[in-house]
């Protein structure tokens, strides 16, 4: 394949990373085209025998399989490592893929780790049912209590996992402590940075190791695909991951990965008219409710969060005090907000997390993390605010809010 000049790695590492989110990565073909081809071809054909050999010997540079390259995944590839400053990225089919990756491809049997209390539904079941499994322990600590990490360190320790913002709680780690905590100890640290992507937040900058990414949520943005990915240094990526995935096989389709370098164009609009309107959104639904978002002087971490976000992301919660019927009955008076539990989408999406997204959690745990009955998840989309406002008053009315 043929690079345009403009795609010399040297001059492309210096653009920005909304001009990354663009046009990092691109490879044209012969043919010139301006937008990135999809290549949805399983194998690849060798002009030689020999050259077959020598491709599998790992001395002469192409693809083999679609398991382990393809031209249009590679390029979603260069494209988000270029946006996060990092050296390497490998994609995966589910954000799931790419967390579960990340784990069991550095930890053995007898191996512990630390993580943040409030996580993904799926993450929680990672550590606490998966990883147990294989005699991989994890010390659950309240992210937000800087000290709780260093305390948890033991001997076997080898890594930090955590999310922030977290969902659905909100709650904020503070990157460059804990990330320096994990640094001191000899500790990678490995960040879940779905909420905010690059272009919020950069958790290498703030000295994060590994950062993984549901790429199904802002990346995409328009509730079409599922994707996931994971950025490092090189030997990590190049390593220790790469021989994992390679031969269990949780790769990302060429397809999605188009439809992910489409959406990556508009990420740098979308994430902040999405935070603006979270902000105004956010604003009312404060004078009205308890209202947890990160953009808000009210939420305890706001300062925090500012030192570390662009802005405050497109993700908000409410807690009402009636319960889950009191939640349930304002999902059902919503008329433009769905009721639906993806995030991340140009759509505005409202959930009850303790009976959908958390409901695989036990009741003790999910009242350790903060999610309570009465909790309401909001990712508010590009829609007029103020039709989103005006939906989230009638229906809060209806409740007797
Ligand atoms: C959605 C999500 C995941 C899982 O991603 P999938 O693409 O749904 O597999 C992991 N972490 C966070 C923070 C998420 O929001």
């Not at 043919?31 to 690849?44: K, M």
């Not at 998840?377 to 005006?390: M, S, Y």
Request: charged share 20%.
């Amino acid at each position: 394949m043929k690079r345009t000049t403009g795609q010399d790695r040297s001059i492309t590492s210096k653009w920005r990373p909304a001009t990354q989110a663009v046009r990092g990565g691109t490879a044209r073909s012969e043919w010139g085209e301006t937008s990135e081809a999809l290549f949805l071809t399983s194998g690849y054909s060798y002009d030689k025998a020999s050259d077959a050999a020598a491709r599998f010997a790992g001395e002469q540079q192409g693809m083999t399989y679609s398991r382990l390259q393809n031209p249009t995944v590679e390029m979603l590839e260069k494209r988000i490592a270029l946006m996060e400053g990092a050296e390497s990225c490998r994609t995966m089919a589910t954000g799931m893929a790419a967390m579960t990756a990340v784990l069991l491809c550095q930890l053995s049997q007898g191996d512990h780790m630390v993580a943040g209390r409030a996580a993904f539904g799926s993450c929680r079941w990672l550590t606490d049912t998966l990883l147990p499994r294989f005699g991989i322990e994890t010390t659950i600590v309240d992210g937000s209590d800087t000290d709780q990490w260093k305390d948890a360190i033991r001997p076997n320790t080898k890594l930090f996992f955590f999310e922030t913002p977290a969902n659905p709680t909100l709650d904020i780690v503070d990157l460059e402590a804990v990330c320096g905590i994990a640094k001191e100890a000899g500790l990678l640290s490995v960040v879940d940075n779905a909420f905010a992507t690059p272009l919020l937040q950069r958790p290498m900058d703030f000295g994060a190791d590994i950062v993984a990414y549901s790429a199904t949520k802002m990346m995409d943005g328009q509730g079409r695909v599922l994707a996931g990915a994971v950025v490092g240094k090189e030997e990590f990526i190049e390593k220790t991951l790469l021989s994992f995935t390679r031969n269990t096989g949780p790769t990302l389709s060429p397809f999605n990965a188009w439809v992910v370098l489409k959406g990556l164009e508009t990420l740098d609009l979308r994430i902040r008219r999405q935070s603006e309107n979270a902000l105004k959104v956010a604003s009312f639904l404060d004078r009205r409710v308890a209202t947890l978002y990160p953009g808000l002087a009210s939420h305890p971490q706001h300062n925090l969060a500012m030192r570390q976000m662009d802005a405050g992301g497109t993700i908000l919660a409410i807690n009402v005090d009636g319960g889950r019927t009191q939640a349930h009955g304002l999902l059902d008076a919503l008329e433009l907000i769905d009721i639906s539990n993806n995030i991340g989408d140009s759509r505005s999406l409202m959930t009850h997390p303790a009976s959908t997204t958390h409901a695989g959690l036990s009741a003790e745990t999910r009242a350790a993390m903060g999610v309570g009955e009465g909790m309401l998840r909001l990712n508010v989309g590009l829609e007029d605010p103020q039709d989103v406002i005006e939906d989230l008053d009638q229906a809060l009315v209806a409740v007797g809010l």
